[in-house]
């Protein structure tokens, strides 16, 4: 007499978890990789509106004649902060800020037929770090920003 049992031997049951934890690994990074990608548009936009804001500065010193010179080069700014309290605060590229990037420019005067108006070029460079795959800081990233500024006598 022939005895059947129904149900699932232990080898198929570990193939099957094995498939299980494959896949679940692969979804896993796929949600790793996509949030990292995210995180670093989010930054590059977070950077290009803190190089934005400081090429709007130097605008305005140029428009008021309160040029700096270039020797205030790689600056620490805060592109992201860790807190609105620390934004609010304005406590710098110090501890209340969660990405620090190195702010350089140099302005030039523009020779110019007019008398009554002159032009100055300005640069500004950003140099940050994007995040790799595992949230760790990694390799270094510069945004340029070229503006004119037109001052009249």
């Not at 302005?107 to 770090?129: C, H, M, P, V, W």
Request: aromatic residues 8%.
């Amino acid at each position: 007499m022939k005895r059947t049992e129904s149900g699932f031997t232990l080898v198929e049951v570990v193939i099957a978890a094995l498939i299980i934890v494959f896949v679940t690994g692969s979804v896993m990074y796929g949600v790793i990789t996509t949030d990292n990608s995210l995180r670093n548009v989010e930054l590059r936009h977070r950077a290009f509106n803190t190089l934005a804001n400081k090429m709007e500065e130097f605008k305005a010193q140029v428009a008021l004649n309160r040029i700096q010179t270039s020797s205030d080069r790689d600056r620490r700014v805060c592109i992201e902060y860790k807190t609105i309290r620390d934004m609010v605060n304005q406590t710098g590229a110090g501890t209340g800020c969660r990405t620090i990037g190195y702010l350089s420019h140099n302005i030039r005067s523009r020779q110019t037929e007019s008398n009554q108006a002159r032009i100055f070029d300005i640069e500004g460079k950003l140099k940050y770090k994007m995040m790799s795959r595992f949230g760790k800081a990694g390799k270094d990233t510069v945004i340029t920003l070229n503006v004119s500024q037109l001052v009249f006598n």
